[in-house]
């Protein structure tokens, strides 16, 4: 079995359970620089080729662990890169809400802008209808104050108007 191992072309270090360093390359086992593959004994052939054997169980071991952690890592990556989509995706989510609130606050405060000024408007072309009244009744509008009177009737009127249509148009 030394054979196989030893000549698999590779070049190994191998250190024995008395500390001796030995270096296999091909069919050799090198110690110091000395090829004494010749004189070691068959029992110290078996410790050196256990020993190899422990190291390359060790190796497949040790690769064997690598590859699981770099799969988790992997999985784990994967499952962190999904979280992350998904914490974006929820972001844009809250943007839109927000922006679709921060919108129908701006309506609902122009809708009750207009609906200001179409009431403003509505007092005032009353009360200046009144006022107009109580001055033709006391007499006291020249056919000039009159058409006066009709005129800015008329720019009221067209005060409303507007008014109106614009609160119409934003409660649509």
């Known amino acids: 079995m030394l054979a196989l191992i030893v000549s698999c072309g590779s070049s190994e270090r191998v250190i024995t359970s008395d500390g001796t360093v030995y270096e296999l ?5 090198i110690n110091d620089g000395i090829d004494v593959a010749e004189s070691l004994s068959e029992e110290r052939k ?3 080729e256990s020993a190899v054997e422990a190291q390359r169980k060790a190796k497949i071991e040790a690769l064997k662990r690598q590859e699981e952690l770099d799969k988790k890592q992997k999985e784990l990556e ?6 992350e989509k998904k914490r974006k995706e929820a972001e844009e989510k809250r943007k839109e809400i927000e922006k679709k ?3 129908l606050e701006k309506k609902l ?4 802008k207009a609906r200001e000024a179409y009431l403003k408007a509505e007092k005032r072309l009353a009360s200046k209808l009144e006022r107009y009244e109580k001055l033709k ?7 000039r104050d009159e058409e ?3 005129k800015r009737f008329e720019g009221w009127e067209e005060d409303l108007k507007k008014a109106k249509i ?3 148009n934003l409660n649509k």
């Open 109 to 112: 405060k122009a809708q009750e």
């Open 25 to 29: 390359k091909g069919n050799k086992i």
């Open 166 to 168: 614009e609160m119409d």
């Open 46 to 48: 078996a410790e050196i």
């Open 148 to 150: 006066k009177w009709q």
């Open 137 to 143: 009744v006391k007499g006291k509008l020249s056919p």
């Open 78 to 83: 994967k499952v962190q890169k999904e979280a």
């Open 101 to 103: 609130q921060a919108d």
